[in-house]
Every structure is written in structure tokens, then in C-alpha cells.
């Protein structure tokens, strides 16, 4: 069974421009999330799908991310613009709805912005 | 509210065992899991407790006291491998939202 897909793995960008990231969860998992981490702390959710509605985006800053998961599988994240401040590891993670305790998560992409 | 605390730092020897503790305060908690991160990898799920007491797989087990709003994670015979960052995971009402805390970060030396 193939694993949660993400891509790039690596973003190297300027600040003010735009970046996104792309995500392919595991077949069959209904559930969707996107987390933030910085280094040295633990992932911080920014957004958490149930198929394609978002069912919490409320850590997520609505001024310049935005995300979407048409369809109800793969999902994109983007920034735009983007900040120093946001060079982090940009992780995907998925479940199935009856085990959400358990949590399949990405490579990560990491963002390093210049 | 929500709060959450892990040692920073532990370290031990191989062979031996180790428990990370976690403390919590989270409205509507539900259950607790727990994460293992090698450094530049993905968290990998190790277990989740939603009832009080002691739950075993493998080398690893885990413990929850929903009274005392505390659990910890035990790693027996403790291997080199084991070197990594464990995340404690309190998840907030039934099917909604984990909140990761901040990890411990486990060295395991020879």
C-alpha cells in the first residue's frame, strides 16, 4: 500500500512569492490534514478535511494560506504571499474516519524562504 | 484551554527503559496518542489510549490516568534505533482534532 504522497520535498523561494504544496493521501482515508513544523517543536494543524469540506481551518492564516482538496483525495496548499517567518516543514498527514487516532504522515515538504 | 508538557530531553543507555511523561489540559479530551519522529522523517504512530491503564505493543507501551490528566509513554530495552523526538498527542472530542506537543527528544547512547 502505497503511502502519503507529497511533492516538492524541497522549496527554496524568495519572500512575497507564491509557493505551493501538494498532497496525495492514502486510498481510502476520508480525512485530511496539513501541518506546520518548525524546528525543534511538534506539528501544528492548519487545516483538517473530511473528504472535500474543511471541517477546521481555524489555525490557519486566511490572509495568505489557502487550501483546497477538490474532489475528496489529493489536496493543495498554498501561500501567497509568503514570509520569512514561514519556513517550516509543511506536513500531510491522513486517516480513515473510524480510526482517526491514527495518523499517516508525508515526507514533509520543506520550505526554506530567503 | 489547552496545555500540554513533555520533558525537553532524555537520555539513557541501551538496554535499559525509559518512561516520557506527558501532562495535559485539554477541553473535551478524548484520548491520547503518541508519535515517533527520527530527525528529517515523518511522525510515525506508535499508540493511542482512550481508556485508563496500560496499553503494550512490543517493547513499547503507554499509559493513561484521565483522572490525574497524565500518560507516558515506557520504551523497554531501549536500542540505538530508538534515538528520536516522541510526540504526545491529546486528541480533542471524538474524531476531531489531535494537538501534538512540543516532543521529547530521546538519545540513546551505547
Not at chain 1, 35 to 47: M, S, V
Not at chain 2, 32 to 58: C, I, K, M, R, V
Not at chain 2, 70 to 92: H, I, N, V
Request: aromatic share 12%.
Amino acid at each position: 500500500e502505497a503511502g502519503v504522497v507529497q511533492s516538492p520535498r524541497y522549496k527554496i523561494i524568495e519572500k512575497k512569492q507564491p509557493v505551493a504544496f501538494w498532497c496525495n493521501p492514502i486510498s481510502g482515508h476520508n480525512t485530511l490534514y496539513w501541518y506546520r513544523q518548525n524546528l525543534g517543536q511538534g506539528p501544528e494543524l492548519l487545516i483538517r478535511y473530511e473528504n472535500e469540506e474543511a471541517v477546521d481551518d481555524s489555525q490557519l492564516p486566511k490572509d495568505r494560506f489557502s487550501a483546497e482538496r477538490l474532489k475528496g483525495v489529493d489536496s493543495t496548499l498554498k501561500i501567497q504571499p509568503a514570509e520569512l517567518g514561514d519556513s517550516a516543514v509543511y506536513l500531510c498527514a491522513s486517516s480513515t474516519r473510524t480510526a482517526e487516532e491514527t495518523q499517516y504522515f508525508g515526507p514533509g515538504t520543506r520550505l526554506l524562504v530567503l | 484551554g489547552q496545555s500540554l508538557e513533555q520533558p525537553s530531553e532524555v537520555t539513557a543507555v541501551e538496554g535499559a527503559i525509559v518512561q516520557i511523561n506527558c501532562t495535559y489540559q485539554t477541553s473535551g479530551f478524548y484520548g491520547l496518542s503518541w508519535y515517533q519522529q527520527h530527525d528529517g522523517g515523518a511522525p510515525t504512530f506508535l499508540s493511542y489510549n482512550a481508556l485508563d491503564g496500560l496499553e503494550e505493543t512490543g517493547r513499547f507501551s503507554s499509559f493513561l490516568s484521565r483522572s490525574d490528566s497524565y500518560g507516558y509513554l515506557l520504551l523497554q530495552e531501549l536500542q540505538m534505533k530508538d534515538s528520536a523526538s516522541y510526540f504526545c498527542a491529546p486528541e480533542r472530542n471524538y474524531g476531531q482534532n489531535f494537538v501534538f506537543g512540543p516532543g521529547t527528544r530521546l538519545s540513546v547512547l551505547p
